[in-house]
C-alpha cells in the first residue's frame, strides 16, 4: 500500500512571490526552535538596514538588550519564494551591535517631499515589540518522567 501523500506547507503567500520578500523560515536560540526570533533576526541581519521593519525591530530590540545575555547563539534560515535559502549565525552581542547601528543609521536620515504618490502596501499583523520576549533564551522543555 502507497503511503498517502501530504500537502507540503506553504511556507510563502502570493505577496512574497510577486515581490521576491525574504521570510524567516527557521530559528533557534541556544538550541531551542523559535519561528518568531526567525522573523526578528531576519529583519535586523537581512533586510536593508534603512527598511521601516529593521528600524522599528532594532529600537525594540534595544530595548531589552539587557535581557540578552551575549552568549546567546543565534541560527536563522531565511529565504525567498524563489528557491534561495541562506544559513545566518550570530550572537547575542552582535545582535545588539547590529540593532544599535541600524538605529544610530536611522537616526541621520532626513524628510523628503512625495512629488507624486505610488500605490502603497500595508502589512497587517502584529509588530515585533509584541516578539521580542523570542529573542530572550527559555529554558528547553524537558520531559520529567512520572514516579512510580
Do not use: H
Amino acid at each position: 500500500m502507497a503511503n498517502p501523500v501530504t500537502p507540503a506547507v506553504k511556507q510563502f503567500n502570493q505577496s512574497d512571490e510577486d515581490y521576491g520578500l525574504w521570510k524567516g523560515l527557521d530559528c533557534t536560540v541556544n538550541g531551542v526552535q523559535s519561528k518568531t526570533a526567525a522573523q526578528l533576526v531576519m529583519q535586523a541581519f537581512v533586510l536593508n538596514g534603512d527598511s521601516g521593519k529593521a528600524v522599528t525591530t532594532c529600537n525594540a530590540i534595544l530595548g531589552i538588550q539587557k535581557s540578552i545575555p551575549v552568549t546567546t547563539k543565534y541560527v536563522l534560515k531565511a529565504g525567498k519564494a524563489d528557491g534561495l535559502r541562506i544559513e545566518l549565525k550570530v550572537t547575542g552581542t552582535e545582535l545588539v551591535a547590529r540593532a544599535a547601528a541600524i538605529v544610530a543609521m536611522a537616526a541621520t536620515d532626513r524628510p523628503y517631499t512625495i512629488i507624486t504618490p505610488g500605490k502603497t502596501k500595508r502589512s497587517g499583523g502584529s509588530g515585533p515589540v509584541d516578539k521580542l520576549s523570542s529573542l530572550i533564551p527559555q529554558a528547553a522543555v524537558t520531559a520529567v518522567p512520572a514516579k512510580k
